[in-house]
């Protein structure tokens, strides 16, 4: 069965940086789109954001400038890059992925188990 791992999450304080990792591994054809959701503590989880096989991104307004992803289509891992965090961006972070089985009429959304980001003074 197909896995996603997250990694890399941590303590910060606001202004720091932390990088996020992601590793999907099991019987996997191809990786379409991927992404990464947030969920605060009493917050609805949102798309923090997406790239698309062809490396097409697209960034929640509330982390564009800060966030950067990237995603290694031959080794089958997403990257978030996160700088200048703010409080408000505390919560589990998971990783998805939209992946497409050797039966290639065949995809199904794949979700990490998540990794906790606390930014905190």
């Known amino acids: 069965q197909v896995q996603l791992v997250e990694s890399g999450g941590g303590l910060v304080q606001p202004g720091g940086s932390l990088r996020l990792s992601c590793a999907a591994s099991g019987s996997i054809f191809r990786i379409n789109a991927m992404g990464w959701y947030r969920q605060a503590p009493g917050k609805r989880r949102e798309l923090v954001v997406s790239i698309s096989s062809g490396g097409s991104t697209d960034y929640a307004d509330s982390v564009k400038g800060r966030f950067t992803i990237s995603r290694d289509n031959a080794k089958n891992t997403l990257d978030l890059q996160m700088s200048s965090l703010k409080l408000e961006d505390t919560a589990v972070y998971y990783c998805?992925?939209?992946?497409?089985?050797?039966?290639?009429?065949?995809?199904?959304?794949?979700w990490g188990q998540g990794t906790q980001v606390t930014v905190s003074s």
């Open positions: 998805t992925a939209l992946i497409q089985h050797y039966d290639r009429g065949l995809q199904i959304a794949y």
